[in-house]
């Protein structure tokens, strides 16, 4: 990737679910222009209402506690300065709280 924005392959684990694989698209937050959005993070969906919020500040994602498809998600994570990968490790509560590592490159 030449920027964070496009469309990232994504390894999922955690111990609830095991291991996953899917795509994930990030994008501006339509919105919210001091934002951007993951669109199905966690698998979740594409449409708008799947949309994930996050910051970037310099290398940093945070994921603010926000209820995404009638899931509690919220997390943290590092973009590789070379746009390689990025590193997550999120909370996502349905029936159950699920910790959630991820990399997308």
Same mark, same amino acid.
């Given at each position: 990737?030449? @920027?964070i924005f496009g469309?990232?392959?994504?390894? /999922? *684990? !955690? ?23 993951? @669109? ?7 449409? /708008? *209402? !799947? ?24 997390g943290k994570g ?28």
């Amino acid at each position: 990737h030449d @920027s964070i924005f496009g469309i990232w392959q994504c390894d /999922e *684990d !955690s111990e609830e679910l095991d291991f996953r694989k899917y795509t994930v698209t990030v994008m501006n937050d339509p919105y919210d222009t001091t934002m951007y959005v993951f @669109s199905n993070l966690h698998n979740l969906g594409n449409g /708008e *209402d !799947s949309y994930v919020e996050f910051y970037l500040t310099g290398d940093s994602i945070i994921i603010p506690g926000q209820i995404v498809n009638s899931y509690s998600i919220d997390g943290k994570g590092v973009l590789e300065p070379d746009f390689s990968e990025i590193n997550l490790k999120y909370t996502i509560q349905g029936a159950t709280l699920i910790n959630v590592e991820a990399t997308l490159y």
